[in-house]
C-alpha cells in the first residue's frame, strides 16, 4: 500500500489547438458539425468526393458561423479554428479524431471507415454520424472495431446541446472517453445510448415525421395545419415537417429505408408523398423547397 | 415658412430614415406593420433564421460590416436598435476608410 505512487495531477483542461478533426462529408451536417468544431477553437479538414460541394461549403461554414455566433451559441472570445478542404480521405491520417457524416449508405460508409481506419494512427476514435446504420454493422468494415463510434448530431449542432452517443457492443473505453472529452471541449451534453437500428432520437423521430406526411398524402390536412398542431398542441418545437425540410428528405428517406429494412417495421417505410417529393427534387431547406418554400 | 428640426422627435422619425426604411423591410417580409419598439423575436415571433437576413440587409443597404460582438442578436430585437447600430457603424467605418 505504502508503495502506491502519489495520484498524478490532472491532466490539464483540454485544449482545443490539441485536437484536430477531420470531417467526411460536406453536406447539411458535415458543414454543420464543422461550423460547430471551428467556432469552439479546434480546426478541421474537411473532405468531400464531390468537389462542388465543397466548394459551396466554405460560404455555408462562414454563413453558419455567423448565425451561431449572432444568436450567441459560440464560446464569446474565442479564435476560430483554420479550416481545409480537400477530396482525399487520407488526409484522415493526422487526424486526432474523425467523424464521418457522408450519405447514409451502409456500403458507401463501410467503405470509407475501412480506408479510413487503414491510415489513421491506431487509438484515433472514428466517429460515425449515421442516423440509423448501427455502429456494429460498420464495425465488422474497419480495422479495429474498438475504435468506432456513433454520435448523433442533430441539425444544426450549434443550437442543438444534446449529441446522443452510441456505444456499440465491441466500441472501446478509450474511444469512448476521448469522444466524451471531445464532447466537452464543443460544449456538448452527451446521452449515451447502446445500439440499434436508429438508436433512440431517429427511431422515434422519423416514423413520426412519416405519419405526418402519410397525413398530408391522405388529405387529411395541410403541411401547415399539421405542424401548427404538433407545436401548438403537443409541444414540438418547430413541428415534424418542418424537421423534415431541416433534415432533408433524401435523407430522410435513406434513413427510413434503413430502419425499415432492419426492423420490419411497416410504418418506417417511406410513404409515397416523401419519395414523390425526393424524386422532383424537393428535398427541403437544402433545395430550396419541400414541405414549404424557402426561396 | 421653414421647417423647424424638432431634437425631440422620437426616433421613429429619424431624419435619415433608417427606421422608416427598417420599418418598410420588416412589413415587406412579414406582411403586417410594426412598431419601432416591438421585440421582433420575443414579442413578434420571427425566427433566427430571419434575424440573419436582417443582418445582411443592414450590412447590404448601409454598406456596413457587421462584425465581433456587435453581431448578437440584442442589436436586432427592435427597428430602434437596428437604427442605433446603423448609425453608430456609419460612423466608425467611414471614419476608418477616410482615415
Ligand atoms: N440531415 C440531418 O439533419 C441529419 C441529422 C443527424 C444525422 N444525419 C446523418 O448524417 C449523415 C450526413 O447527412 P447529411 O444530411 O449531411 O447528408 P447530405 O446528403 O447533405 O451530405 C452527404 C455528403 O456526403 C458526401 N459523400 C458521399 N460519399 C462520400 C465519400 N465516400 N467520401 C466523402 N464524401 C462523400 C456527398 O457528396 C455529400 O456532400 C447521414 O448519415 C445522415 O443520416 C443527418
Known amino acids: ?295 | 415658412m421653414t421647417v423647424q428640426y424638432n431634437p425631440e422627435s422620437p426616433a421613429s422619425t429619424g431624419a435619415d430614415g433608417v427606421e422608416a426604411e427598417l420599418l418598410g423591410f420588416l412589413e415587406g417580409h412579414t406582411h403586417s406593420a410594426w412598431e419601432p419598439e416591438t421585440d421582433l423575436f420575443q414579442e413578434g415571433g420571427l425566427s433566427s433564421l430571419f434575424a440573419m437576413q436582417l443582418v445582411v440587409h443592414l450590412e447590404k443597404s448601409y454598406g456596413i460590416a457587421i462584425r465581433g460582438t456587435d453581431l448578437r442578436l440584442d442589436n436586432f430585437r427592435t427597428v430602434t436598435r437596428m437604427a442605433a447600430l446603423v448609425r453608430r457603424l456609419r460612423e466608425t467605418q467611414s471614419d476608418g476608410r477616410h482615415g
Open chain 1, 1 to 295: 500500500m505504502s508503495s502506491t505512487p502519489p495520484e498524478p495531477p490532472d491532466p490539464p483542461a483540454a485544449d482545443a489547438a490539441s485536437h484536430a478533426l477531420t470531417v467526411l462529408g460536406a453536406g447539411v451536417m458535415g458543414v454543420g458539425i464543422t461550423a460547430l468544431a471551428l467556432g469552439h477553437g479546434l480546426p478541421v479538414h474537411l473532405v468531400d468526393t464531390d468537389r462542388q460541394r465543397l466548394d459551396r461549403a466554405r460560404d455555408r461554414i462562414s454563413d453558419e458561423l455567423r448565425l451561431a455566433q449572432l444568436l450567441g451559441a459560440l464560446p464569446p472570445g474565442t479564435v476560430p479554428g483554420q479550416l481545409s478542404t480537400g477530396t482525399d480521405a487520407a488526409a484522415a491520417a493526422g487526424a486526432t479524431a474523425v467523424i464521418e457524416a457522408i450519405t447514409e449508405s451502409a456500403d458507401l460508409k463501410a467503405g470509407l471507415l475501412a480506408e479510413v481506419s487503414a491510415l489513421v494512427r491506431p487509438g484515433t476514435p472514428l466517429i460515425t454520424n449515421t442516423s440509423s446504420i448501427p455502429v456494429e454493422e460498420l464495425a465488422g468494415a474497419v480495422d479495429r472495431p474498438a475504435e468506432l463510434i456513433g454520435t448523433h448530431f442533430m441539425n444544426p449542432p450549434y443550437l442543438i446541446r444534446t449529441v446522443e452517443v452510441i456505444r456499440g457492443p465491441r466500441t472501446g473505453g478509450r474511444t469512448m472517453s476521448a469522444v466524451l472529452s471531445l464532447l466537452a471541449a464543443l460544449r456538448r451534453e452527451a446521452v449515451v445510448v447502446r445500439d440499434a437500428p436508429g438508436f433512440v432520437t431517429s427511431r422515434i423521430l422519423h416514423p413520426m415525421i412519416n405519419d405526418a406526411a402519410r397525413v398530408v398524402q391522405q388529405g387529411t390536412a395541410t403541411a401547415e395545419a399539421v405542424d401548427a398542431l404538433m407545436q401548438g398542441c403537443l409541444g414540438h418545437p418547430t413541428g415534424p415537417l418542418r424537421t423534415a425540410d431541416l433534415i432533408g428528405l433524401d435523407n430522410l428517406v435513406d434513413s427510413l429505408r434503413v430502419l425499415h429494412e432492419r426492423t420490419g417495421d411497416e410504418g418506417c417505410r417511406p410513404c409515397d408523398l416523401l419519395l414523390t417529393l425526393v424524386r422532383e427534387g424537393r428535398c427541403g431547406r437544402k433545395t430550396g423547397s419541400g414541405f414549404y418554400n424557402y426561396r
